[in-house]
């Protein structure tokens, strides 16, 4: 049981690059979600599932697209990176409430 | 606006004390509350989750109370132990928007032996 996997764990892209993030689970939870966190702030949701074939945005959606087409993968997309994506992405996995389960991160960088 | 704040963002104290932080959230609706911890580098592990009904819940040296009425919850940490020096983050759940967890800003802890 492998929990909440993330790759690549660092990336480095230029302005206007466009990469996926990826995110799997093998917990067979219905909940997904991607947040990033900035230094000295909390997490921020950027998108979230409820489930294969529903996503809804989160707080800060501008500039990333997801998708979820089965249950164990949700990935994040940014379409044309920007040096304001620069920051760490986390996962994150749930089976509905109360508890979520986080993926190790991903840091990139945007030059 | 529905918003979380941790207070102090850094706390260094010496080992074996015993010590509290502090969360404080707008609006009393909550669904719960959960206390995590980061370590640098690395993904967040959940520490202990207060339901709404519930007043506190302890996990070994850990304890985590809630006080819906005033907006705040405290994790108190006894004994404390270099091993403890992490980053706390507490995240809210409120009843409007339940699929959304909302973060503090977290409390980066230092614990010297």
């Known amino acids: 049981n492998a929990g909440v996997t993330q790759t690549p764990k660092f990336q480095v892209l230029k302005t206007g690059q466009s990469m996926t993030l990826q995110c799997a689970q093998d917990?067979?939870?219905?909940?997904m979600s991607w947040y990033r966190q900035d230094p000295g702030m909390g997490l921020r949701l950027i998108h979230y599932?409820?489930?294969?074939?529903?996503?809804d945005q989160g707080e800060v959606p501008n500039g990333y697209n997801v998708s979820r087409s089965t249950t164990e993968d949700f990935p994040l997309r940014l379409l044309s990176a920007a040096p304001s994506q620069t920051s760490v992405y986390f996962c994150?996995?749930?089976?509905?409430?109360?508890?979520?389960?986080f993926g190790p991160g991903t840091r990139l960088t945007v030059t | 606006k529905q918003e979380v704040t941790q207070i102090p963002a850094a706390l260094s104290v010496p080992e074996g004390e015993n010590l509290v932080l502090n969360c404080s959230f707008t609006?009393?609706?909550?669904?719960?509350l959960q206390w995590f911890r980061q370590d640098p580098g690395k993904g967040l592990t959940s520490l202990l989750l207060?339901?709404?009904?519930?007043r506190e819940q302890t996990s070994g040296r850990l304890n985590a109370s809630l006080d819906k009425s005033s907006g705040r919850s405290t994790l108190y940490i006894a004994a404390s132990q270099p091993g403890d020096s992490a980053t706390y983050l507490c995240?809210?759940?409120?009843?409007?928007?339940?699929?959304?967890?909302?973060f503090g800003q977290g409390t980066r802890l230092t614990i010297n032996p």
């Open positions: 994150a996995s749930s089976p509905g409430q109360p508890e979520q389960y």
């Open positions: 995240a809210v759940r409120w009843i409007q928007g339940a699929q959304k967890l909302v």
């Open positions: 599932s409820v489930g294969a074939g529903i996503t």
């Open positions: 917990m067979n939870h219905e909940y």
């Open positions: 609006d009393s609706a909550i669904y719960n």
């Open positions: 207060i339901q709404s009904s519930q």
